[in-house]
């Protein structure tokens, strides 16, 4: 013979979880917030449902029987979840726990954004951060589809399936070879550069078509020795006494060492950068909160 299995009332299962914790039916009851006959029924009730005696009554204490224990040992685990998951989701709503994903164009992976996570990871010891250093088009491609929850791009970026928020332009200086002629400037202008080497980035960038606008204002092309996409490769080959490179100062900060000199140039020219987000749909918490230390940090960096 087939028997149809049971659909269970939550409220039933609660009140035969709250008898075997407790002990009691009357201790049930105020953990419960109910009276003690509403806890007694929704007992009785279960086992009409189920087919079977939960409890039998020695004297005054209702002790479970053996088919009682074996039904708690499985509502014991559920609700056991169900406390994790409780957990979970304060974790997650107090950002205690889990994971961000960012993607960033590799000027803003070597000195900007490794400082502004250490610090967002300092007050979440149970968060992991993945980061993935790629072109600003790339970055753009892997947030728009949700591989990465927030990324770090190089502006212009135009697409329908992100969310894009600017970043304070971030000013250029010159890295300069430190047996060069314009190390000892203690600022340089575009018109120092007419004659010199260069090592710049490629024409796609906004901050090359202002050198490139700046150059020919003076009536004058760029000697460009060399061209890349990456601020941080321009630089390493300043280092190497390639030529001299213009770069946003984010990009800078990671030259160090005895082969270069870094300088502010005196025309406005700056790089724009900017956090993305998918678009549509909501954020997660956690990117809504380093977005704002990172837009924090660059503030505070505009001051100094």
């Known amino acids: 013979m087939l028997y149809m299995k049971p659909t269970l009332n939550p409220r039933q299962v609660e009140s035969f979880y709250s008898v075997m914790r407790t002990g ?19 007992i009785s009730l279960l086992e009409a449902r189920i087919g079977y005696k939960l409890f039998e009554r020695r004297g005054r204490k209702l002790v479970a029987t053996p088919e009682g224990q074996a039904f708690y040992r499985e509502a014991e685990a559920i609700y056991g979840s169900l406390d994790r998951l409780a957990q979970v989701a304060q974790d997650i709503r107090f ?4 994971e961000l994903r960012i993607a960033t164009l590799p000027s803003l992976s070597q000195s900007l954004l490794p400082r502004v996570t250490t610090r967002f990871l300092s007050t979440r010891p149970n968060v992991s951060v993945f980061v993935q250093s790629l072109p600003s088009r790339q970055v753009a491609d892997l947030v728009a589809t949700r591989q990465f929850d927030i990324g770090l791009i190089e502006l212009p970026m ?67 020795v060399m061209e890349t996409p990456h601020s941080t490769i321009a630089c390493a080959f300043a280092a190497a006494g390639a030529g001299i490179t213009l770069v946003s100062h984010w ?47 660059i503030r505070q960096a505009k001051l100094r």
């Open 251 to 297: 990009a800078a900060e990671s030259v160090s060492g005895p082969n270069v000199v870094v300088r502010p140039v005196k025309e406005e020219l700056t790089s724009r950068s900017a956090i993305i987000f998918p678009y549509p749909g909501a954020r997660s918490m956690m990117a809504e909160s380093f977005a704002k230390e990172l837009k924090e940090e």
């Open 158 to 224: 135009a697409r329908p399936s992100i969310s894009v928020e600017p970043l304070l332009p971030a000013r250029s200086v010159a890295v300069i070879p430190v047996d060069h002629r314009l190390a000892s400037k203690k600022q340089i202008s575009v018109k120092d550069l007419a004659d010199e080497r260069m090592v710049l980035l490629s024409q796609h960038s906004f901050l090359r078509y202002q050198i490139d606008d700046a150059f020919s204002k003076l009536g004058v092309a760029p000697h460009v």
């Open 95 to 98: 950002q205690r726990g889990g």
């Open 24 to 42: 009691t039916v009357v201790a049930a009851a105020r953990h419960m917030n109910v009276t003690q006959p509403v806890v007694s029924r929704a």
